[in-house]
Every structure is written in structure tokens, then in C-alpha cells.
């Protein structure tokens, strides 16, 4: 089974602090993925990585950055958190961009207040 | 214009029902269509692909209208479990999946 682990589930932190997310996957998958999903807008693509070291602009990535050291760790960064960056922060994981298995993995989710 | 538009709902049915759901994408160069269900609280998960000839799994039934550019998820017999948010999903030229807001069913015994 793809595992897909997020460093917490819920996180409290004060406007402007400098805020880290973990995900870590298991399936030495390629592709990796980070969104925020909010009541009514869905779930909405922040970065993503196609590969180790590699790093693309979603469609909401301002405010935030990532980091792809190692193929298994995707980590997102609040630079400094506002409250308007409260949300769930969901991470996903899949084998690659091409071939026949699109399928994403998620983790858990790390609901995160910013106060 | 949303890229992936679903009704909200609720959609409110009692257990034995057949409950249809669509959704329509913007995008008409889309290449490839999923469903994924994701249940209060937990993270979604892939409940099928959609194929242009249509597919069955079950008492799922997934379709897809390149035409007028909907899909649609059809659940017969309905259980108490399967009251979930159903995220209509479409992938874009670039490998990135985009969601819909979701279609909330509850089943009441």
C-alpha cells in the first residue's frame, strides 16, 4: 500500500512565523504535489515537483515556497504565515507524469490555523 | 468561469436509491477524467477513471460527453456508507489534475 504521511495534523501558529509541512512517501513515487482545500474553492494546487530538486509554480503559490531534496520529501514553507493561510494543507504523491497510472495518493491532511 | 464546475448539493436520497451527479469542464483539450471520493475529515481517494466508452465498477457507473465536455457518476442502490463528497477531476495538458468543489451525497436509512 502507498503510504503518504504529513508531519501533523493540526498545527497552530502566530501571523508571521515561519511554518513548515512535511510529506513524506513511501513508493518512490516522482511526482509530488502540495494543495490547500478551503470550503467552496475545492482544493487548489500550490507547487509541484516532478522530480528531485525539481519545483513548479501551481496556481496559487504566493506566499509560500517548497523544497525537494530527496525523492521521498516534499516540504511546503509559509514564509510568514497570515491568516489568510488558514486552511488544510493536503500533500499527494504519484508515480510519475506519464504511463498508464495517474492515480494520486494523498496524505491525511495538516489542518493548520494561523491566529 | 471555473475550470471543473459540479453542484454542491446535498444531495439527500434514501438507502436503495440511484443517484446521478454531473459535472463540466472547461477545457476541451482534457485528456483524462477521474472521480475520487473523499469521506468528512479524511483525504480523497480515487474512486474511478472515466473512459470515453464509459465504465462500470459495481454499482458505479462513470460516463463521459467529450461533446458537450460533462461527466457523469451514476450510484445504484445506494448504501448508508457511501454518503461522501465526490470530486469531480480533470487532468490538464500538463499532467496537473484540477478538482471540482465537490458534490456532497448523504444517504438516510
Known amino acids: 500500500d502507498v503510504k503518504v504521511t504529513q508531519s501533523s495534523r493540526y498545527l497552530v501558529k502566530r501571523t508571521g512565523e515561519k511554518v513548515f509541512l512535511e510529506c513524506v512517501q513511501d513508493m518512490d513515487h516522482e511526482n509530488m504535489f502540495w494543495y490547500r482545500q478551503d470550503p467552496g474553492l475545492g482544493l487548489r494546487l500550490i507547487y509541484f515537483s516532478y522530480d528531485v530538486k525539481m519545483k513548479e509554480k501551481g496556481d496559487i503559490p504566493e506566499g509560500y515556497s517548497v523544497s525537494r531534496e530527496k525523492k521521498e520529501r516534499f516540504s511546503l514553507i509559509l514564509e510568514s504565515a497570515s491568516t489568510n493561510q488558514t486552511s488544510m494543507y493536503l500533500c499527494?504523491?504519484?508515480?510519475?507524469?506519464?504511463?498508464?497510472?495517474?492515480?494520486?495518493?494523498f496524505g491525511p491532511g495538516t489542518r493548520l490555523t494561523v491566529t | 468561469r471555473k475550470e471543473v464546475e459540479q453542484d454542491p448539493g446535498p444531495f439527500n436520497v434514501p438507502e436503495g436509491a440511484t443517484v446521478a451527479f454531473n459535472c463540466t469542464y472547461s477545457?476541451?483539450?482534457?485528456?483524462?477524467f477521474f472521480w475520487y471520493r473523499q469521506d468528512c475529515r479524511k483525504e480523497p481517494k480515487l474512486l474511478m477513471s472515466v473512459y470515453s466508452s464509459g465504465n462500470e465498477d459495481g454499482r458505479f457507473t462513470a460516463q463521459l460527453n467529450r461533446a458537450s465536455q460533462y461527466i457523469s457518476l451514476l450510484i445504484r442502490d445506494s448504501k448508508l456508507s457511501d454518503s461522501a463528497t465526490y470530486l469531480c477531476?480533470?487532468?490538464?495538458?500538463?499532467?496537473?489534475?484540477?478538482f471540482g468543489s465537490g458534490t456532497r451525497l448523504l444517504v438516510r436509512p
Open positions: 477545457n476541451s483539450a482534457s485528456q483524462s
Open positions: 499527494a504523491s504519484r508515480v510519475s507524469r506519464g504511463g498508464p497510472s495517474y492515480e494520486q495518493y
Open positions: 477531476v480533470v487532468m490538464d495538458s500538463s499532467y496537473k489534475l484540477i
